[in-house]
């Protein structure tokens, strides 16, 4: 991800913003056109940037508040970088009296990091979420794409280091 | 056997389509004997791709991989035990296959004839091997999920050869929109996204307008947290869905839908895409379907992660690119919907529903069910039970049935407490009413709803005044906040929970609560607020002794409630002083190698040293 903090357009975020463009482009003439342009950018950057909304607005003709507002009503939005890694606990009611409250415990504890924060290596952000449909392997976290099931609080620190290796084995990956 | 591969190809007729259906049932594919293994979302992430790929190759290593094949199924229902492989030819059901299981099944079963005992499912210690067999699946019947387990979504042919997408024909070459409006009727099908509304009825008043444009969107927004029935629709039989809102769409008139998919199922989404783009090719969704000059075209739009999205006008808002935020109605969207035209919005096991109801006639499809409520329902079971997954059964069969004759009992070997039906728009039915048929008017005399049909048993470790506030910040949480009723009154009442929790409230909350959740019931703008307070109310009904307990004894029977819980170590303490380590406040106290003791003035309730210990020598009450 980005690795000048002053400017969250980084070299590598030119190109991406360029790609950015021909997806509006092929969206301009959908009606309700902004959602799926706006979740098109969440997957490219790993959140929305400021020139990604400028340019949003600018080419479908949106004004900049309801960009923004839309951005801040759906939690799928993230106007802050994330880490590689989004670790999501389920809080959703089978997860929830399965112990889930204590794997977020366990969580917060190993990576030193509230909920909606990111580790300072930007490797992991942790975050909730209500239910992905897994219930029947309750309790759950998903890390990306990843579900993770019947998840113990003491089991976290082994889910936690398998990512941690993946990430030192792929240092040059990129998505 | 014949070659199915010249039937392929865009259907122009409804002769065609039988043609298709009789090749694809003659063909070697459709004969041959079958291994299929469960690529359910629950069993995908037990890994049962990669025993999908282990039996690919061990059955080539044997020898066999041309007379078996090995099927990818949607759900089979029983998660909690997969990855799941059934064997074709005897029915056999194998639970948490694994890899290096593989090549036993296929040595020891399938070519010497010998089941693998220690891969069966238990039975109160008996082992039985025939999936039919088995309470979980003896004890359901599966209409609606029908196909989920038999073919492969992500194959049209499998569909159309299992009698995929012959209820449209029917429809589109011998009946009018209004036959199917009053077919639907018939049958007494309601909408299976919670408020039960009449399907018929809805489809009637959309039918009526004489706008040129209408529109007809799924709601597979499935938000309810509990509930996978929705998912499981999306990712094992795809088709029935589309069939369906073809159907609904020839009967109101409409050419263009919209299936509405949240974030959250990217694996539903990817299914029914493919699904889509296969139905778009053989012609069944397009211009002039089955040449009968009526066109269709369906789109998906993946939702943003908002809860509220899955109310029909926040929907259409949010279809429409705006901040999924509830309109008053009426106007309801029959008559002024997406882009302010007539639509109609349904449920995906509603649609579901469809082509079963139009196959079978309506009349028949009644037959099942109580006198208001009829067909099937799908309910997810999790929670503290034996096997959760996903069930279907009757309207009106009992809960208990659900609970223990499919879901096998509670876990835990605790007693069942209760089990929360509705989300946080239900309520909890406790022990006394596990008789209670599930259907909409007998549970919304419990103060319960039958929802989507998310059910989650709880044991006795469940605490049920934590239960309401969980809810309570649920539906906090997702409160778009355009109403002030549902923003604030949701929030005091939250806080008044809260109190309780923590051991500081007084008995004169309990009729402060009651009186909030009236006020937020009546005042609210969309059903979010208007029924965000069942699970209070509906606790305080049936559990209100707990919540004394909290307030006049400060004490949390089940220890969840973290200000009324103490923790002590016990005398298998040895002294490793891990816990005294990671406690935050330093409120444990002992030498090294010696008995530890937590100071219950200093203890700021974290659960660190519980968690930490390795010997459980920490409990908490
Ligand atoms: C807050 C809220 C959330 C809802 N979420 C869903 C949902 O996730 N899925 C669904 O089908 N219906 C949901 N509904 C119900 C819909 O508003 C609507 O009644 C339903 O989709 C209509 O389809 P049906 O008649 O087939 O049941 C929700 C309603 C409310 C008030
Ligand atoms: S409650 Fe956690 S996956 Fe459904």
Redesign the interface.
Known sequence: MSKGEKCSCGDDEKGLLERLEEIIVSFKNKPGALIPVLQATQSLFGYVPQEAILKISEMLNEPLHKVHGVITFYSFFSLKPRGKYLIRVCLGTACYVQGANEILTALKQQLSIEIGETTTDKLFTLDVGRCFGACGLAPIIMVNDDVHQFVKPSGVKKILGAYKKHKAVNQEEET | MMDINKHMHFVKNSAELDALRNALLKSKEYNSEKVFVCAG??C???GSMKVKDAFISQLATNGLGEKLSVMETGCLG???V?PIVVIGKDDTFYQKVRVQDVKDIVEKHLMGGKVVENLLHPVEEIKVSKKSELPFFKNQDKQVLRNCGKIDPTKIADYIAVGGYQALSKVLSTMTGEQVVQEVSISGLRGRGGAGFPTGTKWGFARKSQDETKYILCNAD???????MD?SILEGDPHSIIEGMIIGAFAIGSSQGYVYVR????LAVERLQIAIDQARTFGLIGPNILGTGFNFDLEI???????VCGEETALIT????????PRPRPPFPAVKGL?NKPTVLNNVETFSNIPLLINEGGAQYAEKGTEKSKGTKIF?????VKI???VEVAVGTPLRKLVYDIGGGISSGKKYKAA?IG?PSGGCIPAEHLDVPLDYEALNKLGAIMGSG?L?V?DES?CMVD?AR??LE?VQ??S?GKCVPCREGIVRMKQIVDRICDGKGEMKDLDELEALAKTVTHASLCGLGQTAPNPVLSTLRHFREEYIEHISDKKCRTAVCKELIVFKILDVCNGCQACKK?CPVHAIHGEKKLHHTIDEAECIR???CL?TCKFDAIVKY
């Open positions: 979302g629950g995908i992430a037990s029983p998660c909690a997969g499935e938000g309810d947290p509990g509930a996978f998912r974030a959250e199922y990217p739009r993946k939702g943003s992660g908002a809860f949010s279809i429409e690119g705006n901040r999924g935020e882009w997810a079971l999790a929670g503290t959760s997954g996903l929360q989300g998310g989650i709880m469940s239960v969980f809810f649920f949480d997702e778009c990671v974290c659960g660190l968690s």
